[in-house]
């Protein structure tokens, strides 16, 4: 069965610092995959994507993510965090074959900005 | 209008009783997506419409869940006899349901039952 895992459940940085978060799939082919930003009282919000092509893949608020398909990671990298990127973070895999097309998702990794 | 929308934004209600959630797709979305978000996880897939029809229903946990979407456009999740293991974020997404593509979510409407 397709799965999900990010191992941290909970991240603490120092504003500026470097930010690294870990997403790792389980999945026969390579599937689409997703970072998404949760705020409180906010939707989900589309951080970035890869489907296909260049592996590291650029998003908006500074984010960028590399694929790895030897490490079935994908993990999600900024280099200075600002304190507006306290948030849970979720990485979620997709499917495009036939009626497939659910979302499958991570628990989420909190993250916590310290000025 | 701009983006998903859903109502309402908060829901409480007791135990046994019917309650209906709407969503309201980003226009000229053909595919709609309904989540439930439980406190501390991530969002669990429920149901997959492709226009009016559900493509993949494999997530309704049971028969007391239902969604249905007659036009098209708007849908509705509809929940019998809650129970209080119901109480979740229920979560609406859209794409344009043309191969490989992004959804995007709604607010969320925070059921909670009594």
């Known amino acids: 069965a397709q799965s999900v895992t990010q191992p941290d459940i909970h991240i603490t940085v120092s504003e500026g610092a470097s930010l690294e978060l870990r997403c790792n799939y389980s999945?026969?082919?390579?599937?689409?995959l997703f970072w998404y930003v949760q705020s409180p009282g906010q939707g989900l919000q589309l951080l970035l994507k890869y489907f296909s092509g260049d592996t590291l893949v650029q998003g908006i608020k500074g984010f960028e993510a590399e694929f790895k398909r030897s490490q079935s990671s994908f993990n999600l990298r900024k280099p200075s965090v600002h304190w507006s990127d306290a948030a849970e973070y979720f990485c979620a895999v997709g499917f495009n074959a036939g009626n497939n097309r659910k979302l499958i998702w991570g628990l989420g990794t909190s993250l916590a900005v310290n000025p | 209008g701009a983006g998903v929308s859903q109502t309402p934004s908060n829901k409480v209600t007791e135990k046994g009783k019917y309650v209906e959630l709407r969503c309201d797709p980003i226009?000229?979305?053909?595919?709609l997506y309904w989540y439930r978000q439980s406190l501390g996880q991530g969002p669990e897939f429920l149901i997959y419409?492709?226009?009016?029809?559900?493509?993949?229903d494999s997530g309704l946990p049971n028969d007391r869940f239902f969604a249905v979407r007659p036009e098209g456009s708007v849908s509705t999740l509809k929940i019998q006899r809650t129970e209080r293991g119901d109480s979740a974020v229920y979560l609406c997404a859209s794409s344009s349901g043309q191969g490989a593509e992004t959804q995007y979510f709604g607010p969320g409407t925070r059921l909670l039952v009594l």
């Open positions: 419409f492709q226009g009016t029809g559900a493509a993949d």
């Open positions: 999945y026969g082919a390579t599937p689409y």
């Open positions: 226009s000229g979305h053909t595919a």
